[in-house]
């Protein structure tokens, strides 16, 4: 139910008192973010957008969470991978299967993007939707990370979160549009960021849906790989999924530059943001070299597309959860 | 923005007084409607259903508009397939494309689902995202049915137009699940039943991400088709795209059975609900045979699984919006 006109009226001034971005430094950053949404919330304004255009969309790895020293997923896929290893090595059919159950990194990584979903694939699939969600949601907030000690679930940046609520205050529907799976990320999404999981769009596998031998309706992950939601596929993903063009898109690497792309150059008031990780202090500084979160073409053309890069270092006063 | 509790009171009894189902008669099939939605509103019963899992999906042809004499994309399909072979026959590369473009419809329903594809294929293809849902949106409002004279959009079942803005007002989100192709229903979405682009679910084809010569970021529709949102691909359709199991599920030929079989199936209240064609002089009459739209199992299990037959002669005081 929406909210009637005169209840709206006694509670903006409520919303509008308090700073609704208390772990941003008083920076140009901050200021910029509130500027761009006063001027499409305010109904007086030509900047003004309806609420059903109010589309924000966030990259996930790096931009929502932390992604290092690796995605997310692909530490839970190791760990799901040496389990089923386990109990039965002969599933380590490639040099990368052995690599992943063995824990070598390097060995992983250098068989690029290919390897990797070949270790999401054997780690994610001939499994039911449900029970996947539940095994991931159960890892993300059980398992801890090896530098920092927190949960995965823990590792959310606490800025990021401020402002996905700051905006869905102001009638924003609020997206996440990730490279990575999207039964993945909707396993902790709602919990996590208040986001259901319709409004979740991220690379998927097949799923088939059949009755089990007890007759029950079953939805089971089959493994391989029928979207990829990166680059050029995350405007195709976005469309698919939302079948609107966003008026706020926020990544942290090439892998969105398509979608900031995209979004920005849409007609009206637009705002694209690039977090940048230069924090070694309190989480990771890495950018134009690596082989997670490569962040180069964005960083030189940044400017003269108009994109905000957020300096975590100087433009968050926290980065986790929790911290004073 | 969410409505406070003290406001939500003092509007209860405004909503709770007037008929939500005006155009529906006083038969069993709405009172079973409304006893379900009490049912999962009410806060103190052992049935309650918290908004987020209120869920409720819907077909689209010949459940929330008519199908009869043919799918109304055919019909558009047809329309443009004509156009594009006036200014260049070449394209009529096939038996079933020349029977589109003389408007034989025998000649197409000789070759099936694949004949059905095809001119979709041709007819949709190489066009931006934007242009084609501006098309549709053009042809639905303005082109006219064979034998009832009213525009497509205006064959609407007002009976499903108030169950859908009935659930809205009971904190449902309300979505439709389409054999029919995403993109031409999301063209006509928003206006015709008040539902967003994203909570739109279909058949879709392959789009792609470039820039076109002028540098403008473009999505395309390349044609193909990437996913069937029929039989057993809805309930994959709803996990890609909801990612939750909804509680109510309406439909009304075969193609909706999986879809209503694993709505029903899950834990808790369930609501599966079949519009039967049995309106002969208002609308179409139609069930067991012929090539659109066709009811046979469902029929015949509608009673054991629990599941509410409309029958549209019986249950439904006006068919059309706009009439008396």
Known sequence: MRISLAAAFLLVPVIAS????????????????IAFVDSVTDPDADTYVPEANRIAVFDNDGTLWAEQPAYFQLLYAIDVLKQKAGADASILT???????AAGDMQGIMARGTEGLLEIIN??????TAEAFGANAHAWLTTAT???????YAGMIYQPMLELLSYLREEEF???IVSGGGIDFIRAIAEDAYGIPPWQVVGSQGNTSYALSGDGTPTLTKDGGISFIDDKEGKPVGIMRHIGRRPIFAAGNSDGDFQMLEWTTAGDGPRFGLIVHHTDAGREFAYDREG???????????ADERGWLVVDMARDW???WPGEE
Chains 1, 2 share one sequence.
């Open 18 to 33: 308090a700073d609704p971005l208390p772990s941003w430094n008083d920076t140009g950053a901050k200021a910029a973010i």
């Open 94 to 100: 490639s040099d990368v299967l052995k690599a992943a």
């Open 122 to 127: 054997v780690s994610h699939a001939a499994i």
């Open 145 to 151: 990370h090896p530098t920092t000690g927190r949960t």
């Open 173 to 175: 529907t609020t997206w």
């Open 291 to 301: 082989g997670i979160g490569v962040l180069d073409r964005g960083l030189d053309e």
């Open 317 to 319: 006063g926290r980065v």
